[in-house]
Nanobody, 128 residues
Framework: QLQLVESGGGLVQPGGSLRLSCAAS????????IGWFRQAPGKEREGVSCISSRGGSTNYADSVKGRFTISRDNAKNTVYLQMNSLKPEDTAIYYC?????????????????????WGKGSLVTVSS
């Protein structure tokens, strides 16, 4: 069974940090671009960050540049999102998704509908 499972979400104070993990089972992530997307209440799902299959290219939403870092460990079949200096507006459900690397990471981050596999999400709440 092909599966992506997110972990690492939770409640954190503004200015704090969290690291999300996305682990794959049933398939290898080696040939997939991986993206982190988020959806806040009442808002559309948006691309946060994407990373190419070998990790050579990354993309970040303007709102998280300089604060979030995406990385991948293909040996562990896992992708990470390190989130620092968290703000209340970062509160959302965070999803990881895998898509065949058929275009740029920028294009894949801008088009959630083009991803092939999705996790169920991990809630991140930034609040004092």
């Amino acid at each position: 069974q092909l599966q992506l499972v997110e972990s690492g979400g939770g409640l954190v104070q503004p200015g704090g940090s969290l690291r999300l993990s996305c682990a794959a089972s049933g398939f290898t992530l080696d040939y997939y671009t991986i993206g982190w997307f988020r959806q806040a209440p009442g808002k559309e799902r948006e691309g946060v960050s994407c990373i190419s299959s070998r990790g050579g290219s990354t993309n970040y939403a303007d709102s998280v540049k300089g604060r979030f870092t995406i990385s991948r460990d293909n040996a562990k079949n896992t992708v990470y999102l390190q989130m620092n200096s968290l703000k209340p507006e970062d509160t959302a459900i965070y999803y990881c998704a895998a898509g065949r690397s058929i275009t740029t990471v920028q294009a894949m981050c801008a088009n959630p509908g083009g991803m092939d596999y999705w996790g169920k999400g991990s809630l991140v709440t930034v609040s004092s």
